[in-house]
């Protein structure tokens, strides 16, 4: 298995209080992704980064910050967590973020926003 | 971009060949097919991917029809850890690193 890990594993937080989700691997890889998913839902991506200190948006980012200073470490932060919020989050990795490379993803996250 | 449509949902008998279906009738010539799948809330798990020919490995084959409107993914001998929804993925996001878009996918359940 791909060496990604998350912390925390599981949060209850109330409304608007900051929140920071990390993602740490062990492989390397250049892009790193935060993706959330819903009930009934498949992953949507937040963020995604392409090198350190280099982010973007992705489909759902309101509300979301990102930071990369090392390789091997992507901070999600909520500045300030609502309900809607509430979410199972993924990060994955991958190493060249090539079309026909595959994606790695951790255990995930389950926020809870009270 | 380009849409997938699956079934929502599938059964199949231990043992048995699962063969979970794929529309992508507006893939374009140079996408790739993926499918992954996750299994009980766990991060989703690549499985296999293709461009035009069929493909093999350990997990799984991959049947993709000529036109490459459609594929399928066959788990010859299901068992009951391969329950699990299934994404079939067609399009990449080349302006979000090549970001996943995941639909809803088919949750497949293997029985005894």
């Known amino acids: 298995d791909a060496g990604i890990t998350q912390s925390p594993r599981h949060k209850v937080t109330e409304t608007g209080t900051p929140v920071t989700l990390r993602c740490h691997q062990t492989e390397n890889h250049r892009y790193m992704y935060w993706y959330r998913q819903d009930p009934g839902h498949g992953l949507r991506l937040i963020h995604y980064?392409?090198?350190?200190?280099?982010?973007d948006k992705g489909e759902v980012s309101d509300g979301y910050s990102v930071s990369r200073s090392k390789t091997e470490d992507f901070l999600l932060t909520l500045e300030s967590a609502t309900s809607s919020q509430t979410s199972v989050y993924f990060c994955?990795?991958?190493?060249?973020?090539?079309?026909?490379?595959?994606?790695?993803f951790g255990p995930g996250t389950r926020l809870t926003v009270l | 971009d380009a849409k997938t449509t699956q079934p929502p949902s599938m059964d199949c008998a231990e043992g048995r060949a699962a063969n979970l279906p794929c529309n992508h009738s507006t893939i374009s010539g140079n996408e790739y097919v993926y499918w992954y799948r996750q299994i009980h809330s766990q991060g989703p798990q690549y499985i296999i991917h293709?461009?035009?020919n069929n493909e093999t490995n350990e997990m799984a084959s991959l049947i993709i029809t000529e036109d490459r409107k459609s594929s399928t993914l066959i788990l010859p001998h299901a068992t009951l850890r391969d329950t699990a929804v299934y994404y079939c993925i067609v399009r990449v996001g080349r302006n979000s690193g090549y970001a996943l878009n995941f639909g809803k996918g088919t949750s497949l359940l293997v029985t005894p």
């Open positions: 293709g461009l035009k």
């Open positions: 994955a990795i991958s190493n060249e973020g090539l079309a026909r490379n595959e994606q790695f």
């Open positions: 980064s392409y090198g350190v200190k280099d982010t």
